[in-house]
């Protein structure tokens, strides 16, 4: 038992020096994981953040275009209003 006892002890040392590496190294990993998922969320983040950008871009021109031709119909139809009025 004693024999046993003492190799359970030199053991002992051995395994909690193996474990804190094998923790860290564990620990590590898990932090880069950790990290790299955050990378690809920022990337769809701003993939995502590019094309509601560019979208927004072509639709606020194609509402400017929109609002301008509307505008211009609106006076077209009451210019013609008044020629008609006036005559």
Known sequence: MAFYNGLSEKNKGKRSSFNGILQIKTSEARSMAFYNGLSEKNKARETRSMAFYNDK?????FNGILQINTSKAGSMAFYKG???KSK
Not at 57 to 61: D, P, V
């Open 57 to 61: 871009g072509k639709r606020s021109s």
């Open 82 to 84: 008044l020629i008609e």
